[in-house]
Each structure stands twice: as structure tokens, then as C-alpha cells.
């Protein structure tokens, strides 16, 4: 799908900007090797990432698509975006990597992604890690010609805060909060009437293509947010996607919101509920503030009430300028875990 051009700015090209540092070599004496992850480690790499799961966040699992998919990316160059280390008993201690996703409109982010084995942390794997990642982020930022603002942007659960000392560390800054909610399916679900004509339907493929503009269109004013890729999408609304608990509101013909959701049942056990992960609601700008989202998500509820689920969860930016906070609060959703966002700027 074509996206828009980036937005010109005043700003001098990243290339100017940012001083492209030396390669940054880790070293570490539990680390027998470092060297780039390959298509023949998914199991390796997910290993990781489940051992992390459990002891940072164990109400959500990483899924073994989810590791398929970004090695798989295009805009992803394993052998210089991403790194192993390897013990000297050829165990897997530590895996990063940093992405840059395509269709770079007015912001350019480099994700660092990542974990070190919980069995490993605390000895200093974690510093080497995020210093290749940091310096790698600068060296990609630094061969850019865009005249927009650059990130190296970091999460942290905040109940994993070595994860955020170590960002902090290397100069990243805490600002942004996202709160995860919950709401109780056996509480009554208010019925929304939209203040505009429009139909609730369910998902379909056939409107995948309006319902992608309409979600990044929505998302534009959103902290951070860039339209997603083709390939970004499809991860978007493959593996653990649920059709049958997402709905469109259509305005005649027109996309003027969507709500998608996940449903991963390797999650229920440690959540301790069963339920859909809601990962997206969005209204586009030209229909908000006529109740559509509280009706896509009351569409949401129920249907997952029907099928004897019994908690809904969702993500939100605590400072979104759209009020999502107040609206999820309106609709029953009650926080219960929370994520920091830390940017370096450039």
C-alpha cells in the first residue's frame, strides 16, 4: 500500500546531526562468542524470550510467529542488526537486535529489542548488549539524509526495573507511561449508540486494505506512531489475530474505526483468565467524538462475553491526546500492570 512522503522539516539531515560511532566490539567473560542471530535460530532466540516472559511479564508470551516474523522482515538485516551471545556451554545468554521500520513520515525510531536470560542477568551481559544496540541505533540514524528527529526508543515492564536502569544508563529517558487494563466480562456492558450513522460489522479480509489506511491515519496524532508497513500490517492481523472478535465501523462505504484483537490461549493460564488481548482501536480523525469507539469496543465485549470468555485487556498510552485512558475507565477497563517508554533523542 503506497504511504504518504515524509514531512520536510528545518532540521539538518540525520547525517549531519548524528556522528556515526566507531562498531562497538562486546566483551564479557561468560560470553564465549557474539555473533549475528540467523533464520536458523528462531528456537534459540524464542527460548530466550520465553524465560524472560516469565519473570518480566507473565501475563503475555512471546509467540514463536512473532520471532518468525521480525527475523523475517525485510528491513531487517540480520547480519548487522542483530547479535547473540553464546556461552561457553553454547547456551544462548543474551539476544538483541535493532529494528528500524520503513515509512518514516515525520519521526525515524530504532527499536532496541531484546533480552538477557534471567539465569545470566545482573553480571554485566545487559550493559554490553545495549551499548552494541545503542551504537549500532547511531550508526543507522547517522546514515540517513531525512530532516525529521531521530530515536533510539527502549520498553521497559516496570516489573522488570533492571531493564530500565540499564536504558537510563545509557542515556535513554523516561517519557512515556502505558497502562495495561482489564476488564471483567461478567459485568454488565453498557449498549453505545455512535451520534453518526454508521454499521458495526465484523472484520473481513476484504476490507484489510481501508481498514490499514484507517488505523494509521487514526494513529498519526498518536506519541511516536508511523504508518505501518506491508509487512507490518500482516503480522498485524496474522498468527494469533482474531476476526471473529474485531469489528469495522463503516460510514457508508468509508473505514471511520476499528477495534482488533488477539486471543492467545498459551496466555490465559499465567494471566489466570481467559479473554482477548485488544491491540488496536482507532477512529479516524474526520469521526471522532461520536461514540464510535465505545461502540466498536461494546461490540468487542459482548461477542467475547458470549463465548464465556472472561476478561478483556487492552494497552494505552497514558497521555494519549485522544482521552483513550478516560474512555477505557467509562467502558469497566481498570489498570493493573504498567510499561515505560525511554527515547534518546537526536
Not at 524465560?51 to 503475555?60: F, G, L, R
Not at 525510531?109 to 539465569?119: C, I, K, T
Not at 504508518?227 to 489475530?241: N, R, Y
Not at 471522532?288 to 462475553?305: H, K, N, Q
Amino acid at each position: 500500500m503506497p504511504g504518504p512522503e515524509s514531512v520536510e522539516t528545518t532540521l539538518p539531515p540525520l547525517s549531519e546531526r548524528v556522528e556515526a560511532p566507531p562498531t562497538y566490539r562486546p566483551r564479557h567473560p561468560l560470553v564465549a562468542e557474539w555473533r549475528p542471530i540467523t533464520t536458523g535460530d528462531v528456537d534459540a532466540v524464542l527460548a530466550v524470550f520465553r524465560a524472560s516472559d516469565a519473570v518480566d511479564h507473565p501475563n503475555y508470551l512471546t509467540t514463536r510467529e512473532e520471532v518468525e516474523d521480525e527475523l523475517g522482515f525485510s528491513f531487517l538485516d540480520l547480519e548487522r542488526d542483530t547479535l547473540l551471545a553464546i556461552g561457553h556451554d553454547g547456551a544462548v545468554l543474551a539476544v538483541g537486535a535493532i529494528l528500524e521500520p520503513p515509512r518514516q513520515i515525520t519521526l525515524v525510531r530504532e527499536f532496541l529489542n531484546g533480552a538477557v536470560h534471567p539465569d545470566h542477568r545482573g553480571r554485566g551481559i545487559g550493559r554490553e548488549l545495549v551499548a552494541w544496540q545503542r551504537v549500532r541505533g547511531e550508526q543507522k540514524l547517522a546514515a540517513l539524509d531525512k530532516r525529521l528527529p531521530g530515536w533510539l526508543v527502549g520498553y521497559a515492564d516496570r516489573r522488570a526495573p533492571d531493564r530500565e536502569r540499564l536504558l537510563t544508563a545509557a542515556g535513554f529517558r523516561a517519557v512515556r507511561w502505558f497502562h495495561t487494563m482489564e476488564r471483567d466480562l461478567g459485568q454488565p456492558i453498557p449498549e453505545v449508540v455512535p451520534t453518526e450513522t454508521v454499521s458495526i460489522v465484523p472484520y473481513s479480509s476484504e476490507l484489510a486494505d481501508a481498514v490499514h489506511a484507517a488505523r494509521d491515519e487514526a494513529f498519526l496524532d498518536h506519541w511516536g506512531s508511523q504508518p505501518l508497513s506491508d509487512e507490518q500490517w500482516a503480522t498485524l492481523i496474522g498468527g494469533t489475530f482474531a476476526p471473529e472478535v474485531s469489528f469495522v465501523a463503516l460510514a457508508g462505504e468509508e473505514v471511520a474505526g476499528v477495534v482488533l484483537s488477539d486471543v492467545n490461549e498459551d496466555d490465559w493460564v499465567a494471566q489466570g483468565f481467559s479473554g482477548p488481548y485488544i491491540s488496536t482501536v482507532a477512529v479516524t480523525r474526520a469521526h471522532r467524538g461520536r461514540r464510535i469507539a465505545p461502540a466498536l469496543l461494546g461490540a468487542v465485549l459482548r461477542e467475547s462475553a458470549r463465548r464465556g470468555w472472561q476478561k478483556a485487556v487492552l494497552d494505552v498510552d497514558a497521555d494519549n491526546p485522544t482521552g483513550a485512558l478516560g474512555l477505557y475507565t467509562g467502558m469497566g477497563f481498570v489498570s493493573t500492570f504498567s510499561e515505560t517508554g525511554l527515547v534518546r533523542e537526536y
